[in-house]
């Protein structure tokens, strides 16, 4: 069971010492992180300033090392495995385009997917030959499985699955969108953006090729930070669209040779200092305990859709079967913006998810905007409730 006063205590964002208190619910933006991460974070720098940046590195190779060994425990993957980024698009981008593409090619995106991973999508197609082509949901408004069995052949080369969506509730059956996929030789690459961190993720059981993750939502991290995780023996084939003296070794005036493992995703330049924090974000999850805060979020975002839909005029627009942490709404006549600004008066902090970050889905629903409510652990039942209140009001 989660420590829920201890998990309080140690967020130094739950005592801003503002009146009223803060009522945090944008996790699913960029989350308030743990004293823990602050103090890795800004302990860092105050070395790199006393030593230099490469000295203050140097000393902290092993912690650097460790940041990987952490994410491999949260995901049960392999360290080796892992390639730490600056973002998730980042990591889903550069797996993406270091995949082989040729006219005639197919890749199959989820009709939930994210603006970034479609753009990316659509300018490879355009450049290729390729197509992109949109796996539909069923009346749940989940990915359509007999539908993705109808649209997989041999032409198929990748299919991208997100997993949870930034604009609402929805999480999709991956596990067995990635079976489909792999029947007929598709790689399967899983945005997991908006779940690492707040739903159970084990790579192996998944079997995904590779997964994108960041680190500032739901894994409670520094901004800039990310990772990606490629299976390893796919990882050994790969050769990734940039390469640096990190990701490849120069061995001869007209030769170099790839670093062995999922390394070969990186550069030497990264913000060590954030990356020491993603590892102290990891750790303090799993000292936490996993299990404990995806049940602490998900009783928190049910509360939620139990309570919103009673107050006249308020909509939520979560669909699926199963839901993540994120909870979407609309009220009646009044714009989402609006809603945003006029909680942030009551320092209440929400965000919007507007029609252009998830084209597909939400013009199919007729959406151009919706409030995002997400809920981390730490938030007490009690904010929730006035976080509601605040809502009826409006």
């Not at 939930?112 to 069923?138: C, F, H, M, W």
């Not at 067995?176 to 159970?200: F, H, K, N, W, Y």
């Not at 308020?314 to 009646?332: A, K, L, P, Y």
Request: charge should be negative; include cysteine; proline fraction near 5%.
């Amino acid at each position: 069971m989660l420590a829920e006063d201890r998990v309080r205590a140690d967020t130094p964002g739950c005592a801003s010492g503002a009146e009223p208190g803060p009522v945090f619910l944008d996790s699913a933006g960029s989350s308030l992180p743990p004293r823990v991460v602050l103090d890795t974070v800004v302990d860092h720098l105050r070395r790199e300033a006393e030593v230099g940046g490469y000295r203050a590195a140097n000393e902290r190779l092993d912690d650097l090392a460790a940041v990987k060994s952490a994410i491999g425990t949260l995901i049960n993957a392999a360290p080796s495995s892992i390639a730490l980024s600056d973002s998730a698009t980042r990591a889903w981008a550069d797996f993406f385009y270091s995949i082989p593409l040729a006219e005639g090619d197919r890749i199959l995106v989820s009709e939930a997917d994210y603006a970034s991973n479609a753009i990316a999508a659509l300018q490879r197609a355009r450049a290729t030959g390729a197509t992109v082509e949109k796996i539909p949901s069923d009346s749940t408004g989940q990915l359509d499985l007999d539908a993705l069995s109808a649209l997989v052949d041999e032409r198929v080369k990748l299919v991208s699955v997100l997993h949870a969506p930034t604009n609402g509730g929805l999480v999709n059956p991956a596990a067995e969108a990635t079976r489909i996929a792999r029947s007929v030789g598709a790689l399967v690459l899983l945005d997991a953006c908006q779940s690492t961190g707040q739903l159970p993720i084990d790579v192996a059981e998944l079997d995904v090729d590779a997964l994108s993750a960041t680190g500032r939502k739901w894994l409670r991290g520094p901004r800039g930070t990310g990772f990606l995780y490629v299976r390893p023996e796919l990882a050994a084939t790969m050769e990734p669209a940039r390469l640096d003296l990190h990701s490849a070794e120069w061995t001869a005036p007209d030769e170099y040779r790839l670093a062995p493992d999922a390394s070969r995703f990186e550069f030497w330049e990264c913000d060590v200092a954030a990356r020491l924090g993603l590892g102290a974000a990891v750790r303090y999850l799993l000292e936490l305990g996993p299990a404990n805060v995806y049940e602490a979020i998900s009783a928190r975002a049910e509360h939620l859709r139990k309570a919103l839909p009673e107050i006249p005029g308020v909509t939520v627009r979560d669909i699926g079967v199963q839901h993540s942490g994120i909870v979407s709404f609309t009220v009646d006549g009044v714009d989402s913006l609006a809603v945003r600004d006029r909680l942030a008066e009551q320092n209440i902090t929400v965000t919007v998810s507007r029609a252009g970050s998830t084209l597909l889905d939400m013009t199919g629903r007729g959406l151009q905007s919706v409030v995002r409510a997400s809920p981390h652990c730490f938030v007490s039942f009690e904010e929730l409730d006035r976080f509601v209140a605040a809502i009826a009001a409006l």
